[in-house]
């Protein structure tokens, strides 16, 4: 890099009045087209790059060229979909680049150097870990309230194939993410009682509370949980895990040698945990009692007025 900044003072030696140009590419899709005297810090005799404005084109670059890498996933009749490999921007490979189009004369056009992303979870890894059910634990809800059932099955797709790798601590909000409208969640206009939900989003706690029973029968450790101020009834006394975006979180820690994958899904009036691992895991279960299969009793948000966020 220094010898490439010692040959632009050569090159620079002598006044060049050129509207150059660098055009940046990506698989012939035109990314970005930018002046050389855009980059140029104004220094008698010695051409000096801007690094504000280079650091600032390279964040934009980045945005541009970031593609995220795409686990793999288990289909509902249990084939393995396979992951897909994302891409990042090569920083130091486009800085080798960029200063040498900036030290020479004319325009110039280059291909952004990417990095391959491989995803974290492949098939191959689905298919070594989905052999042994470690934990199940099923709630009921009524399938006539369509805005809850929406949710639920929502939350639970964002869940599905999720794989909790050995030491690492699985957090609720940041798998499920934001509950927003954008997303397909909807408010609820219907909830169980005893409840407080988020106003966005009614019915994802049951998603949590199952989810939390699973973990808890199977065993694992629980890092944070908290119970709604009121009994909630799709689970049994003190076995709910409320969560909002805002506010409280679920989380549980792998403290098995093996990986742990998540299969979620809503079955009309039922939501179903089940958790696997391979089949040389070590499992030390707990004793969890079953959901109750009544449906729970709703009520009209207008008609809440303990709850006003449904």
């Known amino acids: 890099m220094i010898l490439t900044w010692l040959a632009g003072l050569l090159l620079f030696a002598q006044p060049v009045d050129l509207p150059n140009t660098l055009t940046v590419n990506q698989q012939g899709k035109t990314l970005a087209i930018v002046d050389r005297a855009y980059f140029t810090v104004p220094f008698p005799g010695i051409p000096l790059v801007d690094e504000e404005k280079y650091l600032q084109f390279i964040k934009n670059l980045e945005q541009k060229t970031f593609k995220a890498p795409i686990n793999a996933k288990i ?26 189009y900036f030290f020479k004369t004319g325009s110039s056009e280059i291909d952004v150097p990417l990095l391959k ?34 949710n639920i099955e929502i939350a639970a797709k964002a869940l599905d194939s999720h794989v909790v790798f050995p030491n690492e601590t699985f957090s609720f909000n940041k798998v499920v993410g ?39 029968r199977a065993g694992l450790r629980i890092v944070q949980r908290y119970s709604h101020s009121k009994r909630v009834p799709y689970v049994p006394p003190g076995r709910d895990a409320t969560v909002s975006w805002y506010g409280p979180d679920f989380q549980f820690q792998n403290e098995y040698n093996q990986p742990i994958l998540i299969r979620a899904k809503r079955y009309g009036g039922s ?26 009793k709703e009520i009209p948000i207008e008609q809440n007025v303990h709850y006003p966020n449904p």
Do not use: W
């Open 178 to 216: 934001k509950r927003t409208l954008h997303k397909g969640y909807l408010q609820a206009p219907i909830i169980v009682r005893g409840e407080l939900s988020e106003g966005i989003g009614g019915g994802i706690c049951q998603v949590s509370s199952t989810l939390f029973n699973a973990v808890d």
């Open 75 to 100: 289909a509902d009749g249990g084939s393995i979909t396979q992951g897909k490999v994302g891409y990042r921007l090569n920083r130091n490979a486009f800085q080798e680049k960029f200063y040498t």
């Open 271 to 296: 939501m179903i945990v089940k958790l696997y691992s391979s089949d040389v895991i070590n499992v030390e279960p707990r004793k969890v009692p079953n959901a109750s299969t009544q449906l729970p």
């Open 117 to 150: 992303l491989h995803p974290r979870v492949d098939a191959e890894l689905l298919a070594n870990i989905s052999t042994q059910q470690i934990g199940q634990y099923v709630t009921f809800f009524n399938p006539n309230n369509k805005s809850r059932s929406n």
